[in-house]
C-alpha cells in the first residue's frame, strides 16, 4: 500500500488554472524531488497536501485513509481541529524558516508536541534533543534563531517538522533564501534522512541533489506533471521539449 497517494487534484484561483488534473503516489521510505520553472504549480501542490489551501478536485489518501475529496463539501469545510489533525500526516518545512523569534531553539522544537500533548514533558524534551543532534546542532541548543546563519534556522526548521513523526515530510525549496555556502549543509541533513525511513517530497531547484537524492522525480510545467519517472529518465533520457529546455537552462547545477 502506498503511503500516499494523490488523485486528480485541480486547483485554480480566479479564472486561473494553477494545478490541472494532478496524480501520483509515494512509497514509505522514498524520496520524490518536484522541480519545474516558478509558476508550474509545485508550491500550490505542496500547499494543497498540508491542507494551507484546498483543492477545488481531486482526492488526498494517506496510509490507505481518505483526507480530502474535493467532490465531498464536508472537506472544504472542516473545523479547524480537524484540519490541525490531519496536517499531523504532513510536516512542512518552509522556504523561511518560519521559527519563533521568542524562543530558543529547543523550545521551538518541543512546542507543538507540547501543544498538542505528545508525550509528557521529559519525553518531548529528550526527543527534541536527539533531533537537534541529528540536524548538527547540539551547541546552539540554548541559542535563539537571531542568533543563528540562515543555514542553522533551516537546520531547526526541519528538527522542529520531525519532532511529530509525519508520515510524509515536505520541503517548499528549503534553500531558496540560503546563500550559496549554506545551501550545501542543509542539503547534507535532507540527505541524511534518507538513510532512515523518512519518506519525503522536495520541492527544489537543486537539480543536483534531486539526481543524487530522489528515487521518483516530477517536472511540472503549466500546471500538470510533464514528466515522471527516475532520477535517470529524467535527467538522461528527457522526451518532452519543456523537460529538454528546463535542463538546458539548469545545468549548471547538475
Not at 13 to 18: D, H, S
Not at 126 to 134: S, T, Y
Not at 216 to 226: H, L, P
Amino acid at each position: 500500500m502506498s503511503v500516499l497517494e494523490v488523485r486528480n487534484i485541480k486547483k485554480s484561483f480566479g479564472r486561473t488554472e494553477v494545478l490541472k488534473d494532478i496524480s501520483f503516489s509515494l512509497e514509505k521510505g522514498e524520496v520524490l524531488s518536484i522541480i519545474g520553472s516558478s509558476g508550474s504549480g509545485k508550491t500550490t501542490l505542496l500547499r494543497c497536501l498540508n491542507f494551507l489551501e484546498y483543492a477545488d478536485e481531486g482526492t488526498i489518501t494517506v496510509n490507505g485513509k481518505l483526507l480530502y475529496d474535493g467532490k465531498d463539501g464536508k472537506s472544504k469545510r472542516m473545523k479547524e481541529a480537524e484540519i490541525r489533525t490531519k496536517r499531523l500526516h504532513f510536516g512542512l518545512v518552509f522556504q523561511n524558516f518560519n521559527l519563533f523569534p521568542q524562543y530558543n531553539v529547543l523550545k521551538n522544537i518541543m512546542l507543538a508536541p507540547t501543544l498538542l500533548n505528545h508525550g509528557d514533558e521529559k519525553a518531548i524534551e529528550e526527543n527534541a534533543k536527539k533531533l537537534i543532534e541529528r540536524v548538527g546542532l547540539s551547541d546552539k541548543i540554548n541559542n535563539y534563531p537571531c542568533e543563528l546563519s540562515g543555514g542553522q534556522q533551516q537546520r531547526v526548521a526541519i528538527a522542529r517538522a520531525l519532532a511529530l513523526n509525519p508520515d510524509i515530510l515536505c520541503f517548499d525549496e528549503p534553500t531558496s533564501a540560503l546563500d550559496p555556502e549554506l545551501t550545501g549543509e542543509v542539503l547534507k541533513v535532507i540527505k541524511s534522512l534518507k538513510t532512515g525511513d523518512s519518506t519525503m517530497i522536495v520541492v527544489t531547484h537543486e537539480m543536483g541533489f534531486a539526481r543524487e537524492v530522489s528515487d521518483k522525480i516530477i517536472f511540472m510545467a503549466d500546471g500538470i506533471i510533464e514528466e515522471y519517472g527516475t532520477p535517470d529518465e529524467i535527467f538522461g533520457n528527457p522526451k518532452s521539449e519543456k523537460m529538454k529546455a528546463f535542463l538546458s537552462r539548469s545545468l549548471e547545477n547538475i
